[in-house]
């Protein structure tokens, strides 16, 4: 693999299944929609981030760590797939939840992925700010330090776009992965679509697949913040996780594909569009998809489709990076 020379702890149950979405392919009648089952990676209620946090834990267990810190949102499968990453490896964690999406019941405080993180014993800790990645990682690094204090050793997961994109090679050896199933499978891809969020997934895939001679393209549904915003992020990033695994050929700037159509009004809100696509994936497929992330994935997809934006595309690979437990979160998607 492209990735070996990292210490890599393994979580992820993998290859993840592709399944080949007939109804709603139907539905929408244009090119024929599959999906890379990654909300299928097992680790308590799997997700992309088992994934990405292989390369972290491996660090972590590399350097002795005893204690996992991480933050991120109230209703993060970050900090739930982190917290059963630290349970799995014996360790300690202490998660730090981020006041990122306004005007939200009680449920999405209480039910959903804050549920899991107490009920796997996390300690949890509060952070005002939603929107101040760095303050948010250096309270995690400034918290490593009071615990070296008491004779621990904290690793800290960080979030902030200026740390080394560790997650990132978790999303080359799902590249790596896809490609060897659709050449089993003999199905011909001709585009992936992912959401964009910390960009760590859209990287590792835009990263792999060049390096491994893929041209396909990848497009990121953004999440978080805009399309610019974003660009930048994931272009660097890419090109870093590119030099990092050895590859000596160029990420270029229209390697990046991005939409933030369904963003609006923000980050974990909800939008017209994307609760059509969640209904519509759970009505005609049984699938589910979250309100945070795969929902406004699936939702920008959808709209990529219907503005005719991929029309010249014949077989499109949606990669279901999983997010399922904030559904509880957001009761109002079902009247
Ligand atoms: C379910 C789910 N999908 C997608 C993403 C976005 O992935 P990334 O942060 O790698 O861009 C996240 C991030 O938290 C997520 O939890």
Same mark, same amino acid.
């Given at each position: 693999?492209?990735?070996?020379?990292f210490?890599?702890?393994?979580?992820?149950?993998?290859?993840?299944?592709?399944?080949?979405?007939?109804?709603?392919s139907?539905?929408?009648?244009?090119?024929?929609?599959?999906?890379?089952?990654?909300?299928?990676?097992?680790?308590?209620?799997?997700?992309?981030?088992?994934?990405?946090?292989?390369?972290?834990?491996?660090?972590?267990?590399?350097?002795?760590?005893?204690?996992?810190?991480?933050?991120?949102?109230?209703?993060?499968?970050?900090?739930?797939?982190?917290v059963?990453?630290?349970?799995?490896?014996?360790?300690?964690?202490?998660?730090?939840?981020?006041?990122?999406?306004?005007?939200?019941?009680e449920?999405?405080?209480?039910?959903?992925?804050?549920?899991?993180?107490?009920?796997?014993g996390?300690?949890?800790?509060?952070?005002?700010?939603?929107?101040?990645?760095?303050?948010?990682?250096?309270?995690?690094?400034?918290?490593?330090?009071?615990?070296?204090?008491?004779?621990?050793?904290?690793?800290?997961?960080?979030?902030?776009?200026?740390?080394?994109?560790?997650?990132?090679?978790?999303?080359?050896?799902?590249?790596?992965e896809?490609?060897g199933?659709?050449?089993?499978q003999?199905?011909?891809?001709?585009?992936?679509?992912?959401?964009?969020?910390?960009?760590?997934?859209?990287?590792?895939l835009?990263?792999?697949?060049?390096?491994?001679?893929?041209?396909v393209?990848?497009y990121?549904?953004?999440?978080?913040r805009?399309?610019?915003a974003?660009? *930048?992020? =994931?272009?660097?990033?890419?090109? %870093?996780?590119?030099?990092?695994?050895?590859?000596?050929?160029?990420? !270029? @700037? &229209?390697?990046?594909?991005?939409t933030?159509?369904?963003?609006?009004?923000?980050?974990g809100q909800?939008?017209?569009?994307?609760?059509?696509?969640?209904?519509l994936?759970?009505?005609?497929?049984?699938?589910?998809? *979250?309100? =945070?992330?795969?929902?406004k994935? %699936?939702?920008?997809?959808?709209?990529l489709?219907?503005?005719?934006e !991929? @029309? &010249?595309?014949?077989?499109?690979?949606?990669?279901h990076?999983?997010?399922?437990?904030?559904?509880?979160?957001?009761?109002?998607?079902?009247?």
């Amino acid at each position: 693999m492209l990735t070996d020379k990292f210490p890599r702890a393994i979580l992820a149950h993998t290859p993840t299944p592709i399944e080949h979405l007939k109804n709603l392919s139907r539905e929408l009648g244009g090119p024929e929609i599959w999906v890379k089952r990654d909300d299928n990676t097992g680790l308590a209620f799997g997700g992309n981030k088992a994934r990405q946090l292989e390369y972290y834990m491996g660090e972590a267990v590399e350097q002795g760590a005893d204690t996992i810190l991480i933050t991120s949102a109230v209703q993060s499968n970050y900090l739930r797939s982190a917290v059963a990453a630290a349970r799995k490896y014996a360790m300690d964690v202490e998660v730090q939840l981020e006041e990122r999406v306004p005007d939200r019941p009680e449920e999405y405080y209480r039910s959903g992925n804050p549920y899991l993180m107490r009920l796997m014993g996390a300690k949890l800790h509060s952070y005002p700010v939603g929107e101040d990645e760095e303050g948010a990682d250096n309270a995690m690094f400034e918290r490593a330090e009071e615990l070296k204090k008491e004779g621990k050793n904290a690793y800290v997961v960080p979030l902030a776009g200026t740390h080394t994109p560790l997650g990132a090679f978790g999303y080359v050896d799902c590249a790596e992965e896809l490609l060897g199933q659709i050449k089993e499978q003999t199905i011909d891809i001709d585009l992936v679509v992912t959401a964009s969020g910390s960009g760590t997934t859209h990287t590792g895939l835009v990263a792999g697949l060049r390096a491994l001679g893929s041209q396909v393209p990848v497009y990121g549904i953004c999440v978080r913040r805009d399309k610019n915003a974003q660009f *930048d992020r =994931v272009f660097d990033k890419s090109k %870093l996780v590119a030099e990092m695994i050895g590859w000596d050929g160029e990420i !270029v @700037a &229209d390697d990046i594909k991005l939409t933030d159509a369904t963003l609006a009004p923000g980050y974990g809100q909800l939008n017209p569009a994307v609760k059509e696509a969640i209904n519509l994936a759970a009505k005609s497929e049984g699938l589910l998809v *979250d309100p =945070v992330y795969t929902g406004k994935a %699936l939702a920008g997809l959808i709209q990529l489709i219907r503005t005719g934006e !991929v @029309a &010249d595309k014949k077989r499109i690979l949606f990669i279901h990076t999983g997010g399922t437990p904030a559904l509880f979160g957001y009761p109002e998607l079902v009247e």
